[in-house]
């Protein structure tokens, strides 16, 4: 990837982390955040070259890419506001978590002479914010792009080349729709079983009885309420779907349970076990 | 805890790392296991100090404390058949992962002159054997003492300082009930959950699209299906019940997500993360 281009990052969420990233590699990196703070932090701890609280033509009109850290509805709102700033030919992209209502809708409503190209990284944290970005978090992780037809190969092949420069170990290819229904499986039903499962059980002692298993399986239900039912009701149908399957899932198994049919139990735990091996890292 | 004593595991899953931390701490721990290769393994490595493939007068008439690492119906008929070879005033003690269903059936079918005193570490793995051993999985975790109105307290007491010398951090008492119940919600459903939502997607590629939550989620996915299917049934009532409550949990989101109802969805999430810093290590 050209060194010789302006990157700005609209921060929030995982931008902290790209910044490091990027400038680390030797990007000139510039952000924009609503929060003097974190702009304050990210100038002074070096992860940025440059930054402002709110968006100036000359931040903006500089940057050859345009990376995009923000919930859907704030990128989509920034978009409509600020877009008539941002250079010519500029790329632009994002880590939104949901695709489908979003990429038509930004390359729609986009000017002619700019490209939006959206990707998915896939390596959220439980704590957001830049005084708590780490460009360690993709290393071995999977990068995730969502072209349409507007797309040129060109953008498609700088995208891939920013997953590669940030660290990524597996880079794919997928459609709005496709991406939506991985994620809604991977990601969004995760999150629903954490949450679920964590306020199923009012006992004031259970962290002193606790093994690790449990631990896991809830870490993500520390979760960032406002973000992520923004992106469940995004995705609902397919969200749903996902629940749903699910839940018949979890039904089969509760039905081995009542009638102590352990060969049905050991079916799905070998099976589990089969499938679960392709995910170790 | 006395080093002058002869410590006898029996083991496979954990029993490896118990012998680890004893003969860490200056005890003599002596083991049997069926597996001729393990035995020889954890002599090489001086796990132990001596151990055989099955048991023996000798090796079972001089332990002074023996530690039963074994599956429920396996650990019963293990006393069932050798409890005459046991030293007379010996206390016995195990790692069960259910206690209604064993401990009052150990404890009435044992010698006047014996006393079992149950306990669960919270510290399983997903590989077993001794091989896999490792003694650091019992820093920082739970130890659950189960005792019935058949223990003296010095049994209490010594299977406290056990719990002590392995290195656990928290120790608990809780009756065998309330041992199950908690157990049900924090072990069993968190695999029935795993694993349920392993066989739910048969979407080959999805290892290339995840992120680590759900990796995080379904680590014990890879599940020993004979141990677990057992445990399942064994603890079926309590079980059933939690999953059940889980159940009603996962509704009332999935009805939040299909009425777009955010305030539901944002009300669950901040008591699921307010919950689950209670958890945190």
Redesign the interface.
Known sequence: MDKDQNILIVLGLIGGSYARALTKQGYRVYAIDCSPSSIEFALKNKIVAGGAVEPTKELVGSADLLIFALYPHTFIAWIERYQDMIKPHALLTDVTGVKGCVVYRVQEMLRDDLEFISAHP???RERSGVENSDESVFRG??Y?ITPTSKNTPSAIERCRELGKVLGFE?I?Q?SPEE?DE??A???Q?????????????D?????????????????????N??M???L??LN?DA??R??N??????E???KA??E?D?EE??R??????E?????D?
Not at 245 to 250: G, H, I, M, Q, S
Request: aromatic share 10%.
């Open positions: 896939m390596a959220g992780a999977n995730i597996k794919s997928l991406h991985a994620i499986f991977l990601s039903l995760t999150h629903c079983i954490a949450v679920s499962l964590m306020t199923s059980n006992n004031p002692n259970l962290q002193f009885y606790t093994g690790d298993s449990f631990r896991d399986l809830t870490r993500i239900a520390k979760i309420d406002e992520w039912s923004e469940f009701v609902k969200l749903l996902e629940m399957a699910f839940e018949r899932e979890f089969r198994l509760k349970v009542e102590g352990k139990m050991r799905m735990m070998k099976k589990s076990t499938r679960r091996t392709l995910f890292k």
